[in-house]
């Protein structure tokens, strides 16, 4: 495990390697440290912020200093405790942690979903068949980021893997559901974008008027179920 | 009660020293980009330092007040009054109600922030008033303020009441915070940093460049980054990398070569490699660099940073003390 100095105010911790090979696990060892150092509550910790096999731990020196850190030296004092929060967690069995399943439902009507005949060509599928292959993939958050509450989603059928477009639109509407290479995720917000766009869904993942704001965080398993029109109109407030 | 932005000025946010704890949900922190300069400002006219107040960028403001409130800013080199009486940075003031206070464009900087007694009182999204103008929330609506917009003050502290007595004859306070905390922009500065984790990303020659070589401030600058134009940074790869964590004062290097200084407004994540982070301490000069203007960049260690955020931090709670003080 390798812990750098992201500025300093903050330290990346590296729990995992080789993401491309076995993200599945890359994520599991991130959520359980992730859990492992929010319990820890070392003094000075603002926030932890989890991605694909890091985790940013963020701190005021300040704060560390007035809850027993040595004035002269924060990092080493930080490490040691990192260190201590995490040790032993790689046994894999003790830290599995059940997430939360999201459902969402999305409606691939081609004026939602208007590079889904692209995805298609791109797949040498039907877009129906792209649609049926795309809602029986396993998904799961790998990190939520570049805007808020857009969550990246591994698991998509490496058949449906699309590059993404090479010019980015300038605006992609609220709840865009998109292919962006080898992952999936979708806009929670309106947004210029490059990833091709396959479908929407109606449910609100972004609301600054709640807390949390959010409706998915990194270690949920999401699921897709297709839409009629009909019932997308239904469901939008 | 109510001040009227007569004239909003070029970008007027209403700002407080931001959310955190939403990184997870890619929420960036935002808030003040001279998060120190709102405090100091905030504890000038007797607030409590998270208060909200503005952050106004390359002036252009006036603000007429509907009752009687103490003010103070820091910030930039701007030319500031209150009527047709000058107002330097870092002096507490009372205004009285009808008063107009006034910021002209800067000669050095870019940013001051405006406290003003009572706060500002704009619904609380996320634990923070801040303007978030990225994602349009926070703050008035989540925009810049506009000509002609009533802002709503909060109420008065008794601290503020009693420093509004003592302002009622001279009016401006004779006593000021230390002149780089009033007044923090530099002409061609020289930023602090720290060696970035994705050093190794770039070339040796790149990080040699990127210490001795004088960078310009690109016009496509903001809250989210400072843009550089100058030479061009090398890398030993044109693939990004897995996302990761990035914050305020990093220094990332896209496949152009152009370093970005990253910003409050900044995403959370990242994928280009990461070659410095600038030390917060310097942060609030980095927020004053203006299109064109001339910044370099010097190594320290991490414990230098720490040492300096440190001594700031007690320097802070002895002028608290000084307020109690000149109140007594």
Redesign the interface.
Same mark, same amino acid.
């Given at each position: 495990m390798q812990i750098t100095p992201l500025g300093d105010c903050a330290v990346l911790i590296r729990v995992a390697e080789n993401f491309d090979e076995a993200p599945e696990q890359a994520l599991q060892k991130v959520i359980a440290a992730h859990r492992r150092l929010g319990a820890a509550k070392i003094p000075g910790v603002i926030e932890l912020a989890p991605a694909y096999t890091t985790i940013a731990l963020f701190y005021d020196p300040v704060r560390a200093i007035d809850g027993g850190a040595p004035a002269e030296n924060v990092p080493d004092w930080l490490e040691h405790k990192i260190r201590e929060a995490l040790a032993g967690s790689d046994s894999r069995g003790a830290d599995y942690v059940k997430n939360s399943v999201v459902e969402i439902p999305i409606c691939y009507d081609p004026e939602f979903g208007f590079d889904l005949d692209e995805v298609a060509q791109h797949a040498e599928l039907s877009p129906n068949e792209v649609i049926d292959l795309y809602a029986a993939g396993n998904y799961r958050v790998h990190c939520v980021g570049f805007i808020g509450g857009f969550p990246f989603l591994g698991g998509l059928p490496s058949k449906l893997a699309t590059p993404r477009r090479e010019t980015p639109r300038k605006e992609i509407p609220a709840g865009s559901v998109g292919i962006g290479g080898k992952q999936t995720g979708i806009y929670p917000v309106k947004s210029p974008g490059g990833w091709n766009i396959i479908g929407r869904t109606p449910l609100r993942l972004f609301d600054p008027q709640k807390n949390p704001p959010g409706l998915l965080r990194a270690g949920d398993q999401v699921r897709f179920r297709a839409i009629s029109r009909e019932e997308f109109e239904r469901s939008v407030t | 009660m109510k001040a009227t932005a007569i004239r909003a000025g070029f970008l007027t946010s209403v700002q407080d020293l931001g959310r955190?704890?939403?990184?997870?949900? #890619? @929420?960036s922190p935002g808030g003040a980009l001279d998060p120190h300069a709102l405090r100091v400002a905030n504890l000038l006219v007797g607030n409590k330092e998270p208060a909200a107040g503005l952050e106004i960028t390359f002036g252009g403001l006036r603000i007429r007040f509907a009752d009687d409130r103490v003010i103070a800013w820091c910030g930039g080199d701007f030319e500031a009054c209150i009527g047709s009486m000058r107002l330097a940075s870092g002096h507490a003031a009372l205004v009285q109600s009808g008063e107009d206070f006034s910021i002209e464009s800067p000669a050095i900087g870019c940013r001051a922030w405006l406290a003003i007694s009572g706060g500002i009182d704009v619904p609380v999204?996320?634990?923070s008033r801040a303007t978030?103008l *990225?994602? #349009?929330?926070?703050g008035m609506n989540g925009r810049a303020i506009r000509d002609g917009e009533q802002l709503l003050l909060g109420e008065n502290s008794e601290r503020s009441k009693t420093l509004a007595e003592t302002l009622r004859t001279g009016r401006i306070a004779s006593w000021k915070p230390p002149h780089n905390w009033s007044n923090p922009a530099q002409p061609e500065p020289v930023l602090r940093f &720290?060696r970035g984790?994705d050093a190794d990303h770039c070339t040796a020659e790149a990080m040699r460049t990127f210490s001795r070589s004088g960078f310009f401030v690109s016009p496509d600058s903001d809250r989210m980054g400072v843009r550089l134009d100058g030479p061009r940074l090398e890398r030993t790869s044109e693939k990004d990398l897995?996302?990761?964590? @990035?914050?305020? #004062?990093?220094v990332q290097v896209p496949p152009n070569g152009r370093p970005i200084l990253l910003l409050n407004d900044c995403?959370?994540?990242g994928g280009y490699p *990461?070659l410095a982070? @600038? &030390?917060?301490f310097d942060l609030p000069i980095a927020a004053q660099l203006r299109p064109a203007d001339t910044v370099r960049f010097s190594e320290v260690t991490?414990?230098e940073?720490?040492r300096v955020?440190?001594e700031r931090?007690r320097d802070l709670q002895q002028f608290r003390g000084g307020i109690e003080w000149h109140l007594k």
């Amino acid at each position: 495990m390798q812990i750098t100095p992201l500025g300093d105010c903050a330290v990346l911790i590296r729990v995992a390697e080789n993401f491309d090979e076995a993200p599945e696990q890359a994520l599991q060892k991130v959520i359980a440290a992730h859990r492992r150092l929010g319990a820890a509550k070392i003094p000075g910790v603002i926030e932890l912020a989890p991605a694909y096999t890091t985790i940013a731990l963020f701190y005021d020196p300040v704060r560390a200093i007035d809850g027993g850190a040595p004035a002269e030296n924060v990092p080493d004092w930080l490490e040691h405790k990192i260190r201590e929060a995490l040790a032993g967690s790689d046994s894999r069995g003790a830290d599995y942690v059940k997430n939360s399943v999201v459902e969402i439902p999305i409606c691939y009507d081609p004026e939602f979903g208007f590079d889904l005949d692209e995805v298609a060509q791109h797949a040498e599928l039907s877009p129906n068949e792209v649609i049926d292959l795309y809602a029986a993939g396993n998904y799961r958050v790998h990190c939520v980021g570049f805007i808020g509450g857009f969550p990246f989603l591994g698991g998509l059928p490496s058949k449906l893997a699309t590059p993404r477009r090479e010019t980015p639109r300038k605006e992609i509407p609220a709840g865009s559901v998109g292919i962006g290479g080898k992952q999936t995720g979708i806009y929670p917000v309106k947004s210029p974008g490059g990833w091709n766009i396959i479908g929407r869904t109606p449910l609100r993942l972004f609301d600054p008027q709640k807390n949390p704001p959010g409706l998915l965080r990194a270690g949920d398993q999401v699921r897709f179920r297709a839409i009629s029109r009909e019932e997308f109109e239904r469901s939008v407030t | 009660m109510k001040a009227t932005a007569i004239r909003a000025g070029f970008l007027t946010s209403v700002q407080d020293l931001g959310r955190a704890g939403l990184r997870e949900f #890619g @929420v960036s922190p935002g808030g003040a980009l001279d998060p120190h300069a709102l405090r100091v400002a905030n504890l000038l006219v007797g607030n409590k330092e998270p208060a909200a107040g503005l952050e106004i960028t390359f002036g252009g403001l006036r603000i007429r007040f509907a009752d009687d409130r103490v003010i103070a800013w820091c910030g930039g080199d701007f030319e500031a009054c209150i009527g047709s009486m000058r107002l330097a940075s870092g002096h507490a003031a009372l205004v009285q109600s009808g008063e107009d206070f006034s910021i002209e464009s800067p000669a050095i900087g870019c940013r001051a922030w405006l406290a003003i007694s009572g706060g500002i009182d704009v619904p609380v999204f996320l634990g923070s008033r801040a303007t978030d103008l *990225k994602a #349009g929330f926070g703050g008035m609506n989540g925009r810049a303020i506009r000509d002609g917009e009533q802002l709503l003050l909060g109420e008065n502290s008794e601290r503020s009441k009693t420093l509004a007595e003592t302002l009622r004859t001279g009016r401006i306070a004779s006593w000021k915070p230390p002149h780089n905390w009033s007044n923090p922009a530099q002409p061609e500065p020289v930023l602090r940093f &720290i060696r970035g984790s994705d050093a190794d990303h770039c070339t040796a020659e790149a990080m040699r460049t990127f210490s001795r070589s004088g960078f310009f401030v690109s016009p496509d600058s903001d809250r989210m980054g400072v843009r550089l134009d100058g030479p061009r940074l090398e890398r030993t790869s044109e693939k990004d990398l897995l996302s990761e964590a @990035v914050a305020p #004062g990093t220094v990332q290097v896209p496949p152009n070569g152009r370093p970005i200084l990253l910003l409050n407004d900044c995403q959370t994540i990242g994928g280009y490699p *990461k070659l410095a982070h @600038v &030390i917060t301490f310097d942060l609030p000069i980095a927020a004053q660099l203006r299109p064109a203007d001339t910044v370099r960049f010097s190594e320290v260690t991490l414990l230098e940073a720490h040492r300096v955020l440190c001594e700031r931090e007690r320097d802070l709670q002895q002028f608290r003390g000084g307020i109690e003080w000149h109140l007594k």
